[in-house]
C-alpha cells in the first residue's frame, strides 16, 4: 500500500468540498464535514501537517462517497 501524501488542513479541506463534502460545524481547533451519512473531522491548525491517519480517513471517506454516487447514477 502506498503511503499517504502529506497534506495541511487548507489542502484537505479543499479536497472535501470538491468531493462534496459540506462544513457542518466546528469544536476548536477541528472541523467536522459532512457528505450524506459520511463525517470526518479534520484538525485545523494553520500550516501543520496532518497525521498520515488522517489523511487516510480523508481519503477513504472521498472514496466512499464517490463509490456512493456512482452506484446511484
Known amino acids: 500500500m502506498p503511503k499517504a501524501?502529506?497534506?495541511t488542513a487548507p489542502e484537505v479541506e479543499a479536497m472535501l468540498l470538491r468531493a462534496g463534502f459540506v462544513w457542518l460545524r466546528?469544536?476548536?481547533s477541528h472541523?467536522?464535514?459532512q457528505a450524506g451519512t459520511r463525517?470526518?473531522?479534520?484538525p485545523f491548525h494553520a500550516g501543520?501537517?496532518?497525521?498520515?491517519?488522517?489523511?487516510?480517513?480523508?481519503?477513504?471517506?472521498?472514496?466512499?462517497?464517490?463509490?456512493s454516487a456512482a452506484d446511484r447514477a
Request: proline residues 6%; without cysteine; positive net charge.
Open 39 to 42: 463525517r470526518v473531522v479534520v
Open 31 to 33: 472541523r467536522i464535514y
Open 5 to 7: 501524501p502529506r497534506l
Open 48 to 67: 501543520a501537517m496532518l497525521h498520515p491517519k488522517t489523511v487516510k480517513e480523508v481519503l477513504d471517506a472521498i472514496a466512499e462517497v464517490s463509490n
Open 26 to 28: 466546528s469544536k476548536g
